[in-house]
C-alpha cells in the first residue's frame, strides 16, 4: 500500500525532530566540553600539570620532576628557542610565514612536516596525539592561539621546558638533565643545554652524552644561534 501524503509529513517530521535534538546535544557537549578545556588552561596557569596527553600515552615509565623557570639558568631557555623557535617572542602561537612553506612543500609531494611552534608543540605535548594529520594541525593551531591568550609567552616556555621529551619516558629538562649529566637543570652549561635542545624532535633515538657527527655540527649551530639572539633576547619574557 503506497504511503499516504499524512504518513510521509509524520515520518519527516520525526526524522526532522531526531536531527535537531542529536545537534542539540552535540552542541551543548561542545560548549561544555570547551567550558571545561578553558577551566583546565586557566588552572594550569598557575599549578604544575601533572601530566599531558604524551606521557598518559607513553610505552616506556615516565620520568618527570617539574622545575621553575627562575630557577634555570637563562640560556637553557634561549637553547630551545634557538633550536625549536626562533621567532617565539614574536609570533602570536602560530607562524603562518611557516605554515605557508610546510603547505608548499606538502602539495609539492614532501609530506607534511614542520611550522609548529614552542607554542604548537606545548599545547600537542599536553593535550593531543603523536603524528601529522590536517586535523591534529588545526587542533594544534588553535590550542595554541588560546595558549597565548590564557598563559602568555613566560608560562607557555616554563611549560614547555617542564613536558617536553628528552628521551624514552623522560620529560623536561630537570629529569633530562639529570638522567643524561647527572646534575640539576640549574647547573647546565650552554654546551649541555644546547645538546639537550638538538635531541627535538626525535628524542628516543638520540643521546645528548653520544652525539652523532650530524647533531654535534647542529649543537655548534645552536649555540652559534645563542650567541647571534645575544643572551637578553628572552630578557622581556622571563622578568614578567
Not at 69 to 74: A, R, V
Not at 101 to 119: E, P
Not at 172 to 198: C, I, M, N, P, W
Amino acid at each position: 500500500m503506497p504511503k499516504t501524503k499524512s504518513q510521509s509529513k509524520t515520518k519527516h517530521s520525526v526524522l526532522g525532530r531526531l536531527c535537531r535534538s542529536l545537534l542539540s546535544k552535540f552542541w551543548a557537549l561542545f560548549w561544555r566540553g570547551l567550558l571545561l578545556l578553558i577551566l583546565v588552561t586557566v588552572l594550569f596557569r598557575f599549578v604544575p600539570l601533572p601530566t599531558t596527553a604524551f606521557m598518559l600515552q607513553s610505552d616506556y615509565p615516565v620520568k618527570q620532576e617539574w622545575i621553575s623557570i627562575d630557577k634555570l639558568p637563562n640560556h637553557v631557555a634561549l637553547a630551545m628557542v634557538a633550536s625549536e623557535d626562533q621567532r617565539f617572542p614574536k609570533h602570536y602561537g602560530v607562524d603562518f610565514a611557516a605554515i605557508r612553506n610546510a603547505l608548499k612543500q606538502y602539495f609539492n609531494g614532501n609530506g607534511l612536516r614542520g611550522a609548529s611552534t614552542i607554542t604548537q608543540q606545548t599545547a600537542k605535548n599536553i593535550f593531543l596525539w603523536p603524528g601529522q594529520s590536517f586535523l591534529r594541525k588545526s587542533l594544534e593551531a588553535g590550542l595554541a592561539l588560546g595558549l597565548e591568550a590564557l598563559w602568555g609567552k613566560k608560562r607557555i616556555l616554563e611549560v614547555y621546558l617542564n613536558v617536553a621529551e628528552f628521551g624514552k619516558g623522560i620529560y623536561g629538562v630537570e629529569a633530562a638533565s639529570q638522567h643524561y649529566f647527572g646534575r640539576s637543570a640549574e647547573r647546565l652549561t650552554k654546551d649541555q643545554a644546547a645538546r639537550l635542545a638538538v635531541l627535538l624532535p626525535s628524542p628516543r633515538t638520540r643521546d645528548p652524552v653520544n652525539l652523532t657527527r650530524y647533531l654535534r655540527k647542529r649543537s655548534v649551530w645552536v649555540e652559534l644561534q645563542m650567541r647571534q639572539l645575544g643572551s637578553h633576547y628572552l630578557a622581556a619574557i622571563l622578568k614578567n
